[in-house]
């Protein structure tokens, strides 16, 4: 049970931290309530190392939901920026030749600005899934691949967190200017003669594009953690924790 509670709270104290936020770990611990928490000197039991865990992953996937949050948290992430959809990208390249290349990063940004307005929609439903998750899934995670507690988010939040996302890119792609950006985009290329008319739905691609960045950042952070935790906190948890 130590060593569940020790690599899933790695991942939820550390896995999203960027360099800014080396004291992540040290703000999870302290919100850990004494004597619930798991941390003793004998070592926890399974309820007070699953009640452990959940906090620490609570705490931790809140702060990778802000991280995309704020602003240019997909715009300025090369790993998770929304990129034009592979269907009009000719059509943009096109556009940008003939000197309207501002037009297409205008439309790119507005993108990924939507996206960034969606995603606080996401903490909710990772508290809820952290609230459900019984030991034998910590076990499970604990057992499984480079990305475990990735696709445990995935399978307990991807539906639901389409449905939330959905409406929120929609409204801030009105709000943002994506259909205008597109549209602008668009226009100098439709104005060719013997083009072919492209249609795409833009609320469906900067969801999932949204959703796909936010696992991605999730299984990235947790592949670290899981190959060299040695390296980053050990110690820390040997003294937290006991062993």
Do not use: W
């Not at 800014?20 to 007070?48: C, F, H, M, Y």
């Not at 691609?205 to 796909?212: C, E, F, G, I, S």
């Not at 991605?216 to 390296?231: S, T, V």
Request: aromatic letters at 6%; hydrophobic letters at 45%; glycine letters at 8%.
């Amino acid at each position: 049970m130590k060593k569940i509670l020790c690599v899933l709270v790695l991942f939820g104290a550390i896995g999203f931290a960027s360099p800014a936020e080396a004291g992540i770990l040290d703000d999870i611990l302290n919100r850990l309530p004494e004597g619930k928490s798991g941390v003793s000197q004998t070592g926890p039991d399974q309820k007070t190392t699953v009640s452990g865990l959940k906090e620490a992953l609570a705490i931790g996937t809140e702060k990778a939901v802000k991280a995309l949050s704020k602003k240019d948290g997909y715009f300025g992430d090369e790993m998770v920026k929304i990129l034009l959809p592979e269907k009009i990208r000719k059509a943009a390249d096109m556009v940008a030749k003939l000197g309207f290349q501002k037009q297409v990063d205008r439309f790119t940004l507005s993108m990924n600005r939507a996206a960034e307005a969606a995603a606080p929609k996401a903490t909710d439903l990772f508290v809820d899934a952290i609230k459900a998750m019984s030991f034998d899934d910590a076990r499970k995670i604990l057992q499984g691949g480079d990305t475990a507690a990735t696709d445990f988010f995935k399978a307990k939040t991807s539906d639901k967190l389409y449905g939330e996302f959905r409406p929120v890119v929609a409204a801030n792609m009105n709000k943002v200017g994506v259909t205008k950006a597109y549209k602008d985009m668009m226009a100098p290329y439709e104005a060719l003669p013997l083009v072919p008319r492209e249609s795409i739905d833009l609320d469906h691609y900067v969801t999932n594009k949204a959703l796909d960045g936010l696992f991605l950042m999730i299984a990235g952070e947790e592949k670290k953690i899981r190959n060299d935790p040695a390296a980053r906190v050990t110690d820390i948890l040997k003294t937290v924790f006991g062993k």
